[in-house]
């Protein structure tokens, strides 16, 4: 359960933080940080677990169909990321609170942040391949709301737009790549596709899944060539900055290939996609950071750099390489938070990030400075710090006597480069910041100072932690490295790690000599090309010049856009018949396909025919002629509407003839509404439409209709000729058993498929609510009445009398029709029909103003209340331990009445009733009120 607690925690303090106004900065920050505090609490109390070599596990069914069940696992890894990721979001949490200006709202900064580790850590201890998917995800998007946390500025809209993009893209990929495994170990639980790995490696599908999951990984974690996002997210503000790039956002790549190498690493296309692309995205990172001005850019790249450094670790698909990853996953976190908060500071104190505009800050900030140095030392791997004894065993892990020749020499060389250059810009970091600036002439815009002790506390802990670490490593961080180590290598605590030392001292040996070429090689290289070239006053990268990934993204979103563009003016060029041809030859299409793919198939045997009464035969003719009119004749507008109207009555009697009354009312009703809609539109339209100019379209719809039609004539031929076995009598000899009713139909409606009636009532609301939002300040006519002319508020009085008369009768056809449903023909969407004719006549006998007098017109508390009525019906069915609208009945005795018949379904029918009537009369009220505001005459 401690689990449970653990993924819900932040997401509860999320939802508590919705009510916490903004102007209670410190409300705000207490809530956020006692809610990263319960989470690491939580946490450290399952260490004792943890640590002693067991698996923690909750779950409960999710989709038990699948398989799938909604669970939580806690092993060594997962308890490491989330160690960083409840830590350090503390400290990012104490830094905000003092960081954030007056003017920014804490409480949406904080609810935003709390969403984020709710994500994180969700993704980091979920059970299966599914629900890791959903909270990776659910980093992409709250990282989003985090990027673009200052909304106004167009930088941050665009990073986090860019980020959502390539992220997002990637979990696509990334769900591809968990399907693929879920079929071929045949689960998707992480434990059995942990322990499944010859299986998946051996299957057929193993390079697909690979690659997709590959795809998801290097787009979160900023690989080569999507690494462009990472920078362009600097935009956000620096406490997000800190946390995505230390324990957050960019890990969740690394943790991906560091969760799945037991299942897809040890192989052949492993080694060489995952290595190669670390060692690139590391060397460019590297080399890009040292041209960079601006202090969080310097970082990004390298964050970038160390980023992909862990992924050639990981990709060497070594044991010992393996736990120098996740050792510098763990360094990594430490030094790259505290530089953040330091260039925040910095940023905070002197109102620039420009280290062209700074000079000599450690006369005003030596404290600040120091921390920003010695951070600064563990990022480029100076003895006595946690960066050095992970920097060592990478170099060590680089030589590979076993790899081709071109390898061997690539890997050590590439590897020792990487190191100089992160050398070589961390001491641009530390000297155009706090020391000597040969360019810059002023030290800040404003007088700098240390910060408050709340933004520099963090900063001094974790700085604190890379020296302690540095020093005594195998005390300090050595029992949490054993424990991630061996989930990653094993998948939990299965199996013994390879013998590896973390003392400071190995002897001299050729990693401490790569190690010194890059520690003293960097210093050289960063004052020996500053005093040649002066790095200050280069514009752009060298080499690269105008060649960048957001050029590259920007220009292919643009096409994208122009593409879209394109297709919608060919697609929607707001041509009705357009829309209806390109429907009718796709419906065409989709209906050709079986017989295309799989052959012709034999029609069956014709069955004895079914008798037919003239008087059928002659409705049906009707029927007929009138369609055929409406396509001779469609261009006269409201003779057309009468013709369609003389259909649905047909289509009524049919249903009649065969015995449905429910369906004849239902049917009956929607033609009344449909044609009373049709008849206000058609105010507005001219009474006849334009004639067909070419004869070619005329032949082309007709061709197109004929198809249609013999297409759906064969399929009806098919299923008249062949045998099946109806569900029609399962639902008539249980209706009564497990319904409660007589009648059915209504049963069907409101119990069997009471599910599907939700899901179509919602529908019919939010419809009238858009076609109410879209015609609420519609005038289509700008019309001034002449003196004396009669207008659209004037109506007969016999009508208006009648109207009126007719109302009280309506609604109580409308109640008798509602109340017997369950048993008798009806129910609550035919009432609820029957009730807006009643309505909407008022509105056509006697005006909307007449109307306005006695009805505010809303009927949007009409949907609501339906929809929450037969929602709560749905929710009381779990009262008495059944799935959601399951129906339950009674027939009480009640005095003077007998037994009664109560059904809980009656409610739900309720509303039904409500929402259908609040959504047509929505509809055509919109329509009327365009009649009343236009003023339009009633004669002309």
Not at 13 to 26: E, I, K, T, W, Y
Not at 714 to 734: C, E, H, K, M, W
Not at 879 to 884: I, K, N, R, S
Request: glycine content about 10%; some cysteine.
């Amino acid at each position: 359960m401690n689990l449970l607690l653990l993924a819900a925690l932040p997401f509860i303090g999320a939802a508590l933080m919705s009510f916490v106004p903004n102007v209670a900065r410190r409300n705000a920050a207490w809530l956020a940080g006692g809610t990263a505090l319960g989470a690491l609490a939580l946490l450290l109390s399952t260490a004792p677990t943890v640590f002693g070599g067991d698996v923690l596990r909750w779950s409960v069914p999710w989709v038990p169909q699948l398989g799938l069940e909604l669970g939580f696992r806690m092993d060594g890894l997962a308890w490491l990321f989330a160690l960083l990721i409840t830590g350090i979001g503390a400290l990012v949490v104490l830094y905000a609170a003092h960081y954030l200006s007056k003017s920014d709202p804490p409480a949406r900064f904080f609810l935003f942040l709390l969403l984020f580790m709710g994500a994180m850590l969700g993704m980091v201890i979920a059970d299966n391949l599914i629900l890791l998917v959903v909270f990776w995800e659910l980093t992409s998007l709250s990282s989003f709301l985090l990027i673009g946390y200052w909304q106004k500025e167009p930088a941050a809209r665009s990073g986090a737009r860019m980020a959502l993009t390539i992220t997002g893209a990637g979990g696509l990929a990334l769900l591809g790549g968990a399907l693929l495994l879920g079929h071929i170990v045949g689960s998707y639980s992480l434990d059995a596709v942990l322990a499944s790995g010859e299986q998946i490696r051996a299957h057929p599908l193993y390079l697909p899944a690979l690659l997709l999951v590959l795809l998801g990984a290097f787009t979160k974690s900023a690989q080569f060539p999507f690494h462009f996002w990472l920078p362009n997210a600097m935009a956000a503000p620096t406490p997000v900055s800190a946390y995505l790039h230390s324990a957050t956002m960019v890990k969740a790549g690394v943790f991906l290939l560091a969760r799945l190498y037991p299942a897809l690493g040890h192989s052949e296309p492993w080694f060489w996609i995952v290595s190669t692309t670390g060692l690139a995205t590391m060397l460019i990172g590297a080399y890009v950071a040292l041209f960079k001005h601006d202090l969080k850019g310097l970082l990004a790249y390298s964050t970038i750099s160390h980023l992909g450094l862990i992924t050639l670790l990981l990709g060497l698909d070594q044991p010992l390489a393996i736990v120098a990853a996740v050792f510098h996953i763990l360094n990594h976190a430490c030094f790259k938070a505290s530089l953040f908060m330091s260039a925040g500071i910095v940023d905070h104190e002197t109102g620039t990030r420009d280290m062209r505009n700074l000079n000599h800050l450690m006369r005003f900030m030596p404290i600040t400075g120091t921390l920003t140095m010695l951070a600064s030392a563990a990022m480029a791997g100076v003895p006595l710090f946690n960066g050095f004894l992970s920097k060592e065993m990478f170099l060590a892990q680089t030589i590979r006597p076993d790899l081709p020749t071109l390898a061997q020499w690539a890997l050590p060389i590439g590897a020792t480069l990487g190191a100089l250059c992160s050398v070589a810009y961390s001491v641009r970091f530390v000297h155009d910041t706090f020391f000597n600036n040969p360019r810059s002439t002023v030290v800040a815009k404003t007088q700098p100072h240390e910060p408050a002790w709340g933004m520099r506390l963090p900063v001094e802990l974790l700085v604190l932690v890379c020296l302690v670490v540095g020093v005594l490593p195998a005390l300090t961080i050595g029992p949490l490295l054993a424990i991630g180590a061996q989930a990653t290598l094993h998948g939990g605590p299965y199996a013994a790690l390879p013998d590896y030392s973390l003392a400071l001292w190995h002897g001299f040996n050729l990693p401490l000599m790569l190690s010194a070429i890059a520690l003293f090689g960097g210093v050289a290289l960063y004052f020996l090309w500053q005093s040649r070239v002066n790095l200050h006053t280069l514009e752009r990268t060298p080499m690269l010049g105008r060649v960048n990934g957001r050029g590259g993204f920007e220009r292919g979103i643009n096409a994208l856009v122009r593409g879209a563009r394109w297709l919608t003016a060919v697609l929607q060029n707001g041509s009705l018949q357009r829309y209806l041809l390109c429907f009718v030859v796709i419906t065409i299409l989709a209906g050709l396909a079986p017989y295309l793919l799989n052959g012709w198939l034999p029609m069956g045997h014709m069955p004895s025919a079914t008798p037919v009464s003239p008087a059928f035969v002659a409705v049906w003719l009707i029927g007929m002629v009138c369609t055929v009119s409406v396509v001779l004749h469609f261009g006269q507008r409201l003779l057309t509407l009468i013709l369609l109207g003389a259909v649905g009555l047909t289509v009524t009697l049919t249903f009649v003839y065969f015995s449905a009354p429910d369906l004849a009312m239902t049917q009956l009703s929607v033609e009344v509404v449909t044609t009373i809609l049709m008849m206000l539109a058609l105010n507005w339209l001219p009474k006849d439409s334009k004639p067909e100019g070419q004869a070619w379209r005329k032949w082309r719809d007709g061709l197109v209709a004929s198809a249609a039609g013999l297409g759906v004539t064969g399929i009806v031929y098919a299923v008249l000729t062949r045998p099946f076995d109806s569900i029609a009598p399962f639902y008539l000899q249980n209706a009564p058993a497990l319904g409660g009713g007589a009648n059915a139909v209504n049963v069907i409606i409101v119990d069997f498929r009471g599910y599907d009636t939700l899901g179509e009532i919602t529908v019919l609301g939010i419809a009238a609510l858009i076609i109410s939002a879209l015609l609420r300040d519609f005038v289509p006519v700008d019309y001034t009445p002449q003196p004396g002319e009669p207008t659209r508020d004037k109506h007969p009085l016999m009508l208006a009398m009648v109207a009126r008369m007719l109302l009280p009768l309506a609604v109580l056809v409308a109640l008798y029709i509602y109340m017997r449903g369950h048993n008798q023909p009806g129910g609550g969407f035919v009432a609820g029909l029957v009730l807006a004719i009643a309505l909407i006549l008022q509105y056509v006998a006697n005006g909307q103003r007449w109307m306005a007098m006695r009805s505010s017109g809303d009927f949007r508390p009409w949907i609501a209340a339906g929809l929450l009525i037969a929602g709560m019906t749905g929710m009381g069915s779990w009262l008495l331990g059944a799935p959601f609208l399951t129906s339950s009945y009674d027939y009480p005795l009640i005095p003077l009445f007998g037994h009664v018949p109560i059904t809980s379904a009656m409610f739900f029918d309720l509303g039904v009733m409500l929402t259908v009537t609040g959504a047509t009369m929505l509809m055509l009220a919109a329509i009327a009120r365009l009649t009343a505001g236009a003023e339009k005459p009633l004669w002309k």
